[in-house]
């Protein structure tokens, strides 16, 4: 083939990086028009199919070959230039003569070519600079953002089949560039199911703090203002900031936020909903309320202070328990450390009527004044509390601690918690930072100076306070004996 360009050559081909670059819808309609009414510019395309080489050298693009390769496929007639013998291009103008248009979907080979699998709420593409409504096997272009409404879901679906389901108030984004391998979350929740990656080619999940490469796995990944945090169900995941990074294993979890890369190790995943027993590790002890506060704190094993029951854990009622007044603590037995997360899933309901009343006969019923207390870097007498729908706000939340002996406050958030419905609440401690979780929305996020016994336990440990809800999970991670990998260049790019 002669190595200068025709001018009709030149013509298509420009045509075809306008309609691809700069979505030039002008450009495509044109592009339309030479290939249905000029048989010169058909045998010219045929020509540039033959030798895909030379058409990815001129344009130094491989997009164009996908684009051609897909509809190629679908034209029924021409098999995908990957496995084409080079006397079957010949088909090409004669399919091109009975209506075949090259569809340019602008995603370069290997791209992503996400499509909307189903919506439920309000669901929006950003396109252009407008919001439209999102509909069902609509694709999305690069460059595009989906947003789902604050009650809202959506599922998007990969070319190979990777699933991205879509919270509510979560803002992705597919990134433009020839690469095209990369989903930006730039807020909100995302359970991804990731099908296997080609070699050298994996998908990447971009946060304001930290890039997350995948290869094939099952994930959650959550952007937040001050952190981003991924939980990985199957597979391995890497997770970086532009240093070293850390590898994320089945069933550990890692935050990013502006001190660095952190990875937590699991302690425990216990679905209570289908426990028959509590574990050996969760203990129940009880204090009564006259030692709770003095120095000789009176503290007895309560193998009656906690029940699986009804789809879920249950604290005893007080005073019909132990008949009098005090606190009921369920800790773990064993140290996890200082650096720990906790996440619980509750449900806003309680027995009524009392221990005395026969289970089969005590129904649920939602309680407007239900509370739950979280402890980390020790238990519920020696460690840092965490107070959900703590009554004095009212409901809202506060930190504080019963060491040595007196109540001291540390922090609190006097904004009352939603208490019906279901919520999960997380409590994550990382060096002395001390961040507080209601559903997606963080409530504290303060640092702890308060000093605690040097001899402690450093474990960690739940209490009722008041009415509890029915509590279905508990998770728990604790800091992987790693450093922290501190300093990350984003956040570093992002000061002054």
């Given at each position: 083939m002669n190595n200068d360009l025709t001018s009709l050559e030149m013509r298509l081909l420009t045509l075809l990086h306008r309609a691809r670059e700069e979505r030039d819808e002008a450009a495509r309609a044109e592009l339309n028009t030479l290939l249905r009414e000029e048989a010169e510019a058909r045998k010219i395309m045929a020509r540039l199919l033959v030798d895909e080489q030379a058409l990815v050298s001129r344009l130094r693009d491989e997009s164009i070959v996908a684009i051609i390769e897909r509809d190629a496929k679908r034209s029924q007639t021409i098999v995908p230039l990957s496995s084409a013998p080079r006397w079957l291009w010949w088909l090409v103008p004669p399919a091109l003569a009975a209506g075949f248009v090259i569809l340019l979907l602008i995603w370069p080979a290997g791209g992503l070519r996400p499509t909307i699998a189903s919506t439920q709420g309000e669901v929006q593409i950003l396109r252009d600079g407008q919001r439209i409504p999102a509909n069902t096997g609509e694709p999305i272009r690069p460059g595009e953002r989906i947003r789902t409404g604050p009650n809202a879901s959506a599922e998007l679906r990969l070319a190979d089949g990777t699933s991205i389901r879509m919270d509510g108030s979560t803002d992705v984004g597919f990134l433009p560039g020839k690469a095209a391998r990369q989903v930006e979350v730039q807020t909100g929740m995302v359970h991804c199911d990731v099908a296997k990656q080609p070699p050298g080619r994996p998908l990447v999940f971009q946060t304001p703090h930290a890039d997350l490469t995948v290869l094939g796995t099952a994930f959650d990944l959550l952007a937040a203002p001050v952190e981003s945090r991924a939980r990985v169900h199957q597979g391995r995941v890497r997770w970086a900031d532009g240093g070293p990074g850390v590898e994320v294993a089945a069933g550990e979890a890692c935050t990013a936020d502006s001190q660095g890369i952190q990875a937590w190790q699991p302690v425990c995943?216990?679905?209570?909903?289908?426990?028959?027993?509590?574990?050996?590790?969760?203990?129940?002890?009880?204090?009564?309320?006259?030692?709770?506060?003095?120095?000789?704190?009176?503290?007895?094993?309560?193998?009656?202070?906690?029940?699986?029951?009804?789809?879920?854990?249950?604290?005893?009622?007080?005073?019909?328990?132990?008949?009098?007044?005090?606190?009921?603590?369920?800790?773990?037995?064993?140290?996890?450390?200082?650096?720990?997360?906790?996440?619980?899933?509750?449900?806003?309901?309680?027995?009524?009527?009392?221990?005395?009343?026969?289970?089969?006969?005590?129904?649920?019923?939602?309680?407007?004044?239900?509370?739950?207390?979280?402890?980390?870097?020790?238990?519920?007498?020696?460690?840092?509390?965490?107070?959900?729908?703590?009554?004095?706000?009212?409901?809202?939340?506060?930190?504080?601690?019963?060491?040595?002996?007196?109540?001291?406050?540390?922090?609190?958030?006097?904004?009352?918690?939603?208490?019906?419905?279901?919520?999960?609440?997380?409590?994550?401690?990382?060096?002395?930072?001390?961040?507080?979780?209601?559903?997606?929305?963080?409530?504290?996020?303060?640092?702890?100076?308060?000093?605690?016994?040097p001899g402690r336990k450093q474990t960690f440990a739940l209490s009722e306070f008041g009415r509890t809800p029915l509590i279905r999970s508990l998770r728990v991670w604790k800091g992987a004996r790693d450093p922290i990998i501190a300093g990350s260049d984003r956040e570093r790019a992002r000061k002054p």
């Open positions: 995943n216990l679905d209570f909903r289908t426990l028959k027993a509590v574990p050996p590790q969760l203990e129940a002890v009880f204090c009564n309320l006259e030692s709770l506060h003095t120095p000789r704190r009176r503290i007895v094993p309560a193998p009656n202070g906690i029940r699986l029951e009804d789809g879920g854990l249950q604290f005893a009622t007080l005073p019909h328990a132990f008949g009098e007044h005090g606190l009921v603590v369920t800790r773990w037995t064993e140290p996890v450390g200082g650096d720990v997360a906790i996440e619980v899933e509750l449900s806003a309901a309680a027995k009524v009527g009392g221990d005395s009343t026969p289970p089969a006969d005590r129904p649920w019923e939602r309680d407007p004044n239900w509370s739950l207390q979280m402890a980390v870097d020790g238990d519920s007498f020696d460690g840092y509390r965490v107070v959900f729908a703590a009554p004095k706000y009212p409901n809202g939340i506060e930190v504080d601690s019963i060491h040595p002996v007196e109540w001291t406050l540390l922090a609190r958030d006097p904004r009352p918690m939603p208490q019906a419905g279901d919520h999960t609440l997380r409590v994550e401690k990382r060096g002395p930072q001390l961040r507080v979780w209601v559903d997606r929305e963080l409530r504290i996020d303060t640092a702890l100076s308060y000093p605690l016994a």
